[in-house]
Nanobody, 115 residues
């Protein structure tokens, strides 16, 4: 079972940037498509970005052109570079498998964007 730990969140003004990291333990990290999920206050968790094992990326329309997902399989780590942040990007960010049986969810990392 893969365990994940998200980090890199914080408080930032609108227009600012943050880089999130997701460190995974366990085997076979590189074979999975992995997604960044976001849960805004009072809303359901949603996927905002996905990267396949081959490096193909997908983005929700709301973050397209502002967020960039990447992965370092040698380090078992996933990243999310977030630029031009907006107040509506506020939420707790998680990483997990993009499909199939999800791993146990980590604690996530809080991102707060002030206007």
């Amino acid at each position: 079972q893969v365990q994940v730990v998200e980090s890199g969140g914080g408080l930032v003004q609108a227009g600012g940037s943050l880089r999130l990291s997701c460190a995974a333990s366990g085997s076979f990290f590189s074979v999975y498509a992995i997604a960044w999920y976001r849960q805004a206050p009072g809303k359901q968790r949603e996927a905002v970005s996905t990267i396949t094992s081959g490096g193909t990326t997908y983005y929700a329309d709301s973050v397209k052109g502002r967020f960039t997902v990447s992965r370092d399989n040698a380090k078992n780590t996933l990243y999310l570079q977030m630029n031009s942040l907006k107040p509506e990007d506020t939420g707790v960010y998680y990483c997990n498998r993009a499909n199939g049986v999800r791993w146990n969810w980590g604690q996530g990392t809080q991102v707060t964007v002030s206007s």
